[in-house]
């Protein structure tokens, strides 16, 4: 299974080998080594934790499948 994310700035995250989690507004990754990698930055906390649960609710119905996770906000695929 491939995930990847689509930022608000149009950057495509490989996120198959990370850790997802929130650190403030942020929604970041976190790989074997403890680097981490800023997915997406939100205004306040609550956003980022309303997306990661979001973001489980994806990856739980599409286990086996490959996956985008587009986080542009207002824009159209």
């Known amino acids: 299974m491939d995930i990847r994310f689509i930022n608000?700035?149009?950057e495509?995250?490989?996120a198959s080998?990370?850790?997802i989690k929130v650190i403030g507004d942020c929604l970041?990754?976190?790989n074997?080594?403890?680097d981490t990698v800023v997915i997406e930055r939100y205004g306040?906390?609550?956003e980022?934790?309303?997306s990661l649960k979001v973001v489980g609710q994806i990856i739980y119905e599409k286990v086996g499948e490959d996956i985008?996770?587009?986080l542009r906000k207002g824009e159209k695929k």
Do not use: P
Request: hydrophobic letters at 35%; glycine letters at 8%.
């Open 32 to 34: 074997e080594k403890q």
């Open 48 to 50: 980022a934790r309303k």
């Open 28 to 30: 970041i990754g976190i």
């Open 68 to 70: 985008v996770i587009d």
């Open 44 to 46: 306040r906390e609550e």
């Open 12 to 14: 495509i995250i490989n």
């Open 17 to 19: 080998r990370l850790s």
């Open 8 to 10: 608000s700035k149009g």
